[in-house]
């Protein structure tokens, strides 16, 4: 990694020069934003136990209401690297082990006071205080200690070294708060938006921030979120002018919505990708074989033809895309029969019979995908039962179960930070390793590969890593599902981000109306 051999003049001078003009990830390519407008969202995923908290964040909701009313310390940038944002540039002791983040002068919070230092410690306190559930914990296992070394600079203390963690600060959790708050539904931030509505499962109001900091961006007047379960009624409200933008379109619809002159279709290759979780604790999953079975029961390139309908590519029980830098390519698992019995005589069974519980909330045709998940493992001996469950409280009540069910990841900025999330000891802590797997060679090489500073040699550690998930895994990646968003043709961008639907959940930040 090259920024970490340069001098430390050289490297706060290059970081520094973003400033605000290096984060603007969403608006490269684009004519110069216009400002004005009441700008409404329909959100497919939420739940009626939405709250504000940095640390319960689950829901595509939560994530983008987050961004509208706060921010963090570094944001997704060009090709899903960190670039500055609350920090204005950071720097790494030798060994990766103590980072220097010096926070950004100027920036007032909604009630006026001036962020310091000290907030960030505070915000990331919520995250590591004992008894903690946040989503984020697993990520921040590692750090040791975080301090404010006066009112611009945050200094964390990693146990070990990791070369890639600014992109930490980047996740979906990590949003800094006025120190000593409590009472987070109030919205209180640095954002782009104030808060002025929020009703869980129905609706969200926010205005315009008149002193925010970020130059080009938060171009609306206003930014109303409305909960909107159902596609029909999320294509129709756009095509009768309710709404002006929705995510998560169903890949059959898009054919009909491109007839439609006023609506524009965004389609982005993301690394999101939609999963069959199998808990590798709990019977009869305990048993690889079985596991095996059940990867060779699916055929992956029929789902993505007759589901995703070309908006996606073929998965391979790996969690890391082409699009990730420490991608391994592996042999492709394919549908066979004839290997699903034979891991099933292995297992000591002719015959399996399991449930399988979906719903529409992971992503749209995740229905259509388990039934024809059940016919092709019919042909092989395998019993799927498919069971729809309701839409509301889906993360809550069915995906942290003891159960076989569908699931999607949306991908993160980098290797360490997916499997970390999702495959590590920590993350069973957290409860966000959804297959359970608590492999100590995927712990050893995990901390192997975040002090390694060859590019090369760390590639290899987080193949391992992936030949593990890949072999003995709990995760049967069926897919990467593209991020497909609609919005009326008045709605203008520049380059769309691959890191979460609706431009990394930013879109009320980084879109605006044209004249």
């Not at 310390?73 to 690297?81: F, S, V």
């Not at 315009?208 to 999320?234: L, T």
């Not at 802590?429 to 297959?435: D, G, I, L, R, V």
Request: hydrophobic share 40%.
């Amino acid at each position: 990694m090259q920024e970490f051999r340069i001098s430390r003049r050289a490297f706060m001078a290059a970081t520094a020069a973003f400033g605000v003009a290096g984060a603007l990830p969403g608006i490269a390519r684009a004519a110069a934003p216009q400002r004005g407008g009441h700008f409404r969202i329909g959100i497919a995923d939420f739940g009626t136990s939405d709250t504000i908290d940095p640390t319960t964040t689950n829901t595509v909701f939560q994530s983008n209401l987050e961004w509208q009313l706060r921010n963090n310390l570094a944001e997704p940038g060009p090709g899903g690297k960190p670039v500055p944002e609350l920090a204005e540039s950071w720097e790494p002791s030798k060994d990766a082990k103590s980072w220097a983040f010096r926070i950004r002068k100027g920036v007032e919070f909604h009630n006026g006071k001036t962020l310091t230092a000290r907030d960030v410690v505070y915000s990331y306190q919520l995250h590591t205080a004992e008894g903690s559930a946040s989503v984020g914990k697993s990520l921040i296992a590692s750090v040791e200690d975080v301090r404010a070394d006066g009112d611009d600079v945050v200094i964390f203390t990693l146990k070990q070294g990791n070369v890639d963690f600014p992109a930490i600060t980047a996740y979906g959790a990590f949003y800094i708060v006025p120190e000593g708050e409590t009472d987070f539904d109030k919205g209180v931030g640095t954002g782009g938006y104030i808060l002025e509505e929020f009703r869980p499962g129905i609706r969200s109001l926010v205005r315009r921030n008149p002193n925010y900091w970020k130059q080009g961006r938060a171009h609306f007047d206003s930014v109303e979120m409305i909960c909107m379960r159902d596609p029909a009624a999320r294509a129709n409200s756009l095509i009768t002018g309710q709404i002006d933008a929705y995510n998560a379109v169903p890949p059959q619809t898009v054919a009909l919505l491109k007839r439609n002159a006023g609506i524009r279709i965004n389609n982005v290759a993301s690394k999101a990708h939609y999963v069959f979780a199998m808990p590798t604790d709990v019977a009869p999953f305990t048993d690889n074989n079985v596991r095996l079975a059940l990867k060779h029961a699916i055929d992956r390139e029929d789902l993505v033809k007759r589901v995703l309908h070309g908006y996606g590519a073929v998965g391979n029980d790996n969690p890391l895309s082409p699009a990730y830098e420490m991608f391994a390519d592996l042999p492709q698992t394919a549908y066979d029969p004839d290997k699903v019995k034979f891991y099933l005589g292995k297992a000591g069974l002719t015959q399996l019979k399991v449930p399988l519980a979906v719903s529409e909330t992971p992503y749209a045709g995740a229905t259509d995908a388990a039934v024809l998940y059940k016919e092709h493992a019919a042909k092989a001996g395998i019993d799927i039962e498919v069971t729809k469950l309701p839409e509301d409280g889906y993360w809550g009540a069915v995906w942290e179960q003891h159960v076989f069910n569908a699931s999607r990841w949306s991908g993160n900025l980098n290797a360490d930070v997916m499997l970390t999330q999702a495959y590590s000891a920590d993350a069973i802590k957290s409860q966000y390793n959804e297959t359970r797997i608590n492999d100590p060679r995927i712990e050893k090489l995990l901390v192997e590969a975040r002090g390694e500073f060859d590019d090369a040699k760390r590639k290899e550690m987080y193949g391992e890593i992936q030949r593990i998930l890949h072999d003995e895994g709990g995760a049967l990646i069926w897919a990467f599902g593209n991020f497909v968003d609609a919005t009326s043709s008045k709605v203008q961008h520049g380059e769309l981000s691959g890191v979460a639907q609706l431009d990394a959940a930013r879109a009320a930040e980084r879109w605006w109306f044209a004249d």
